[in-house]
């Protein structure tokens, strides 16, 4: 699988940046960025693939992700047939 590049947007010179997220599911492809990435699950479930490591999340879950380090948060597959609902939350800081 190839990592793509991500650049986290930032709006100012700023020390942290809070994101919430409001969709379907999660960006479902393999990315990294030079921001280490703190992220909490409120909602929705699947696999996560960080590395070498594949394990389960589920809500309530917080994942502390290193700088340059490939994830991927894949929601499980019935999040992607259900119709476009705001289905699963996110926060992320970086």
């Not at 960025?33 to 594949?54: K, R």
């Not at 929601?75 to 970086?94: G, I, M, T």
């Amino acid at each position: 699988m190839k990592v793509v590049p991500f650049q986290v947007p930032k709006i100012r010179q700023e020390a942290f940046r809070l994101q919430v997220d409001h969709l379907p599911y999660f960006y479902d492809r393999l990315h990294q960025h030079a921001e280490t990435q703190i992220m909490l699950i409120e909602q929705g479930e699947g696999t996560l693939i960080a590395g070498d490591y594949v394990g389960r999340f589920t809500p309530g879950e917080v994942y502390i992700i290193g700088s340059g380090q490939p994830h991927v948060f894949r929601c499980d597959e019935n999040y992607y047939r259900q119709p476009k609902k705001e289905s699963k939350v996110d926060c992320y800081l970086f």
